[in-house]
């Protein structure tokens, strides 16, 4: 299970207010033909729709904090893993080991929070000294995302102490050229 802990509250998302997408209840039925359609139907209409962004902000809960994961640990039990996104300082880092998190992702969910929020690279120095400090290397994985553009960019993260490098815009880069 991965729990996103960073954003209380999602950004403002530009791009999703200007193409004003359907509302997530209308994902599913998406298709060429009937978009037009429903798009015409919404404009002429006057309805504003925030787009994904908006839908997906009425799952969020601001007030989650730390006896929330807490209560999610022991639902979770042992034989499911427990996940935090969105790790920020070395502090949390420590404070999730002591909570028995399986892993914790360092990401500034592409920039697109805050833009001028660290870097997982920039994260991941600090954790892994707030981890050695506190003999805790090892008791919980380190994961990290968001700006790997190379190969060599993915070699530093493991050098300096990542498990697991997120790789997603390169992949759906790849992908949008046929792997060219």
Not at 56 to 81: T, V
Not at 135 to 158: C, H, N, P, Q
Request: charged content about 30%.
């Amino acid at each position: 299970l991965c729990v996103t802990v960073d954003a209380p509250q999602l950004g403002r998302r530009e791009r999703d207010m200007r193409q004003k997408l359907l509302d997530i209840k209308d994902a599913p039925k998406l298709e060429k033909e009937n978009y037009s359609d429903k798009y015409k139907k919404r404009k002429k209409a006057k309805k504003k729709v925030g787009g994904v962004a908006a839908s997906i902000s009425s799952f969020i809960d601001p007030s989650l904090n730390w006896n929330d994961i807490s209560w999610i640990r022991e639902a979770c039990g042992d034989e499911m893993k427990l996940v935090l996104k969105g790790v920020q300082c070395g502090e949390d880092a420590v404070k999730a080991v002591e909570y028995g998190i399986d892993a914790i992702i360092l990401s500034n969910h592409g920039g697109r929070q805050l833009d001028y929020g660290r870097s997982g690279m920039e994260i991941l120095v600090e954790v892994m000294e707030y981890l050695d400090a506190n003999s805790m290397r090892g008791r919980m994985e380190v994961w990290v995302d968001g700006g790997f553009r190379r190969g060599t960019d993915i070699f530093k993260a493991l050098a300096l102490g990542a498990n697991c490098v997120g790789i997603g815009r390169p992949f759906l880069f790849g992908l949008a050229c046929y792997g060219q």
